[in-house]
């Protein structure tokens, strides 16, 4: 592995890290809210999805690993935001804090960040350097876990 690499997977596996193990701190001091809250159960989940990412992105750097982990990432974020519409739907939310939920929920940048991975394993097995692809993965999927964490922690 390149010395571009080590550092790469240090930095993004300590960020992945600590940002879970700050998810499981947030999570327990909010437990009796969640249990019965759908949208929040939902979003905690994809949260955690998408820290641990980010975390095994620094660990596993080979080309068919991450086109694996990019499907397999994807549809569990897909099964576990389905909570989120049935939250909505329940009529949980009010007025401009729900609406501003909503939009950067829609901006989400899940489907960037697997397709972005997925780029990057691609890249690998053809022999180029797709470090950079993984690099924007990963900081999309931390940056998504932060938004995701945040409205999270609001509602």
Known sequence: ???????????????????????????SLNRDRIVGHAALRSEAGQTLVLFLLALLLSLLLLGIVLVVVAIVSGVVLIIVGRG???????????????RLARLLDKASPNLIAMLSITVAGCLQIAGANGLYWLAAAVVLALGGGVINAWLFLTR
């Not at 690499?5 to 947030?26: D, K, P, Q, W, Y």
């Not at 989120?84 to 729900?98: F, H, S, W």
């Open 1 to 27: 592995m390149t010395a571009g690499r080590e550092n790469f997977a240090v930095i993004s596996g300590s960020a992945a890290g600590a940002l879970t193990g700050l998810l499981f701190v947030a999570v």
């Open 84 to 98: 989120k519409d049935r939250g909505a739907r329940d009529g949980d939310g009010d007025g401009a804090e729900d």
